[in-house]
Structures are given as C-alpha cells and as structure tokens.
C-alpha cells in the first residue's frame, strides 16, 4: 500500500487526478494506493475556499479502483482544525491559500500511517512512484529534495515542501507538526507551511534533485513539480503552468512525454463533466 497526502479545496481536483493517473501509469507493480485527501470549508475568507466534493471523491475513487479494487479515496475535513489552530493567525493570508497549512494536522488525524507521502496538487510522476516510497527513512523525519530556487538563494540544504516522504512515527515522537504548528500560529513566516517545518525539523534526510525537479525534465526525473517558475523569453518573467494546462504543457514546455496521461484526463474530465450534467 502506498499512502499519499493530498491538501485543498474543491479546485484541486484536476491536479488530484492528472498526479494519480501519473502514478497508475508511471508505477509497474499493480500495489494499491490510499489517496487521504485534507479538505475544509473556510469561504468566510474567500469564496471558493470550499470542500473537496463527495462527487470528486467517489469519481476518484472509481479511477484508482480500475487498476487495483483494493485502493481507496479517504476525505477529511479538517475544518474545525483549522479554527482552532489557525484562525486569525498571522499566516492565514498564506502565499498561496490557507489549504497550504492543513497538511501541519497529519499527526492529529488516527488513521493517518506511520509512513505518508505528500504530495502538491501540481505534480506529476515520470518514472515509478517506487523509487520514491520506498526510501529507507527509518532514522528520518521527512526525506525531500532541494528547492530549485531556495538552494541558491537561501541555504544549499533548503528543502521544497511539495514533495515529502514523511515517517509519521518519528514525526510524533519528535513532536514536528505540534512545533510547526506553533511556529504558524505565533510568527509570519514567508512561505508559511513550507518554512515552519524547515524550522522545526530535527532530522531530514535530503534526495536528489530527480525527485523534486521543479525546472526541467530529464530521463531520469522521478516526480515533475509544475510549481511557479522563471522564465527569460522573450522577456524576464514568471509563469505558473499546472500539468493540466495541456496545450501550454504542448506549446512552452515542448514535453509530450505525458501525452498518454494528458489524454486519459482529459476523456476522464469530459465523463465527469458529463456524470455531473445528469445528476
């Protein structure tokens, strides 16, 4: 069983199922998968901070079970979390959605297991999820790549919080969450999540580069981050291209190594779109 975290609200559900078809197809064992998907509604803020959706749910859960019956679609609502721990503080403006905060709550949740890999919505596997899962971090926290950027403008050792293979174990022995919580709840920090847990980190084992590529795409990329990025034509600018976005995936990255997973998600969209218009 491979077990992955995934956070967000009702829009994420495109990044939800491009990533998994990625890891269906990428991955060569038919081993079954745990999809735990964080969720809450916090539209008071904004208001498409809504849920992810029992019909998202239950149409996942139809695609994972195709491959193998054993694999399954977990929801949780975390939202009396949310306003316990994180209501009014001073990072509830997060840089990107205050659903970047909830993956801090893993340690609270019972049936989470002792190890977890969480993932953006904005990924994408290029080779077998194996490669990664199955990384010894026994004596570790965590185990994640370099930020592309941060490694040269931060720390070498600075970590991108995207991609994170957690020992849950070890997490709630060493207390990692409830001290990135804290951080969250008392000090604005400028990637929020991401820096709160870099700051409470005891031990981390750091992966190459292949298993966070968060600028190019070679042979040997493990996992594909489309995360924000820098481009320099025909003028300096930045860009913020999701795996979904399927002719700029064609037009500016040039990769068609994902056609086939492109394709499935699409006809997959179209059939949830429809089931949506019968219902």
Same mark, same amino acid.
């Given at each position: 069983?491979?077990?992955?975290?995934?956070? &967000?609200? @009702?829009g994420v559900f495109d990044g939800v199922l491009t990533c998994v078809l990625s890891i269906m197809k990428r991955t060569k064992s038919n081993?079954?998968?745990? !999809?735990?998907?964080?969720?809450?509604?916090v539209s008071h803020l904004d208001p498409k901070y809504?849920?992810?959706t029992d019909e998202q749910i239950s149409f996942l859960q139809d695609v994972v079970q195709k491959k193998n019956p054993e694999s399954r679609v977990r929801k949780y609502d975390v939202t009396d979390y949310y306003m316990d721990y994180f209501s009014g503080c001073p990072n509830e403006g997060a840089y990107c959605s205050p659903y970047t905060l909830i993956r801090l709550f893993a340690d609270l949740i019972d049936d989470i297991p002792d190890k977890l890999l969480y993932l953006d919505t904005d990924?994408?596997?290029? =080779?077998?999820a194996r490669l990664l899962w199955l990384i010894d971090i026994d004596d570790y926290e965590y185990a994640a790549a370099n930020d592309h950027y941060g490694k040269y403008?931060?720390?070498? =050792?600075?970590?991108?919080? &995207? @991609?994170?293979?957690f020992n849950m174990k070890k997490c709630r022995e060493t207390g990692l969450f409830g001290?990135? %919580?804290?951080?969250? /709840?008392? $000090? $604005? !920090?400028?990637?929020?999540? /991401?820096?709160?847990?870099? =700051?409470?980190?005891?031990?981390? $084992?750091?992966?190459? /580069?292949?298993y966070n590529d968060q600028?190019?795409?070679?042979?040997?990329? @493990?996992? %594909?981050?489309?995360s924000k990025r820098l481009f320099w034509?025909?003028?300096?600018?930045?860009?913020n291209i999701k795996q979904y976005h399927v002719e700029k995936v064609h037009s500016v990255f040039r990769y068609h190594q994902f056609d086939d997973i492109l394709n499935e998600y699409l006809r997959l969209k179209e059939e949830f779109n429809t089931r949506g218009r019968e219902i």
């Open positions: 069983m491979i077990d992955i975290l995934f956070c &967000g609200n @009702v081993e079954p998968l745990t !999809l735990h998907i964080f969720t809450m509604d809504t849920p992810v990924i994408m596997f290029n =080779r077998d403008l931060i720390n070498p =050792r600075y970590i991108n919080a &995207g @991609v994170i293979l001290k990135a %919580r804290e951080w969250i /709840q008392k $000090k $604005k !920090l400028t990637f929020a999540d /991401q820096s709160a847990l870099i =700051r409470s980190t005891t031990k981390k $084992k750091l992966l190459p /580069q292949k600028k190019f795409l070679h042979k040997h990329t @493990v996992v %594909r981050h489309f034509l025909p003028y300096p600018h930045t860009d």
